[in-house]
C-alpha cells in the first residue's frame, strides 16, 4: 500500500525511535515497539488459537501493549534509520464498518486470518473486543465510509487509551 499522511487535526506529538533493517515501515502505519525498535503492526502475528477469531484477538491486544504511534517517516527492509514517530494526535485510518463506531468508542489494530496465522494490519483499525485498545474514537463513523478518525496515544507517553 502506498504511503499515506493520515495525520488529520489537533495537537501533533513525535519521537524518534530507532528501527531494525528486517521490515518496511511506510509512512502512516501503526507502529508497535519491540526490543526497543519500531515495527510496522504487520511483524506482529499468531499461529496459537484454534479459530480466526481467537488468534486475531491475540494480535489486537498485543498490538495495543506495544503500540507507539504513526510512522511520519517510511524507510526500506534494508535501512535501520532512526525515524519520526507521531505519539498523540487526530489520525484517518481504514476500518471495515466504521459507521458502527461512536466518539469515544475505543479501536484496536485489526489483523487478517489466512486460516492459520493472523497478521496485524499496518494502517486499518477495528472496534477493541477487550479493554485494551490503541486510541479513541475521534468522530462518529459514517454509514457506507472506509474510514475512521481515532486519537491515538502512544504507550510511551504519560498517559493513554490502553488499559490492563
Known sequence: MA????????????????T???????????????????????TMTN???TTAAA????????GADAFIGVAMLGKLATETPTILVATDGVFEFFCTSPDALKVGDSVS??????ATTATGAAK??????????????ARNG???????????????????????
Do not use: F, Q
Not at 521490515?23 to 526497543?36: F, N, R
Not at 459514517?142 to 490492563?164: A, F, N, Q, W, Y
Open 124 to 137: 486499518y483499525v477495528i472496534a477493541a473486543s477487550s479493554t485494551n485498545g490503541i486510541g479513541k474514537v
Open 20 to 42: 531494525t533493517g528486517v521490515d518496511v515501515i511506510e509512512v502512516g502505519d501503526i507502529l508497535i515497539s519491540s526490543g526497543g525498535y519500531a515495527h510496522s503492526a504487520v
Open 109 to 114: 489494530v485489526d489483523a487478517s486470518d489466512d
Open 55 to 62: 488468534r486475531k484477538l491475540v494480535v489486537n491486544d498485543a
Open 142 to 164: 459514517e454509514v457506507g465510509g472506509t474510514t475512521i478518525l481515532v486519537h491515538i496515544r502512544g504507550k510511551d507517553m504519560s498517559t493513554g487509551p490502553t488499559i490492563d
Open 3 to 18: 504511503h499515506i499522511h493520515n495525520y488529520r487535526k489537533e495537537m501533533l506529538s513525535v519521537r524518534e525511535y530507532p
Open 47 to 49: 499461529t496459537v488459537g
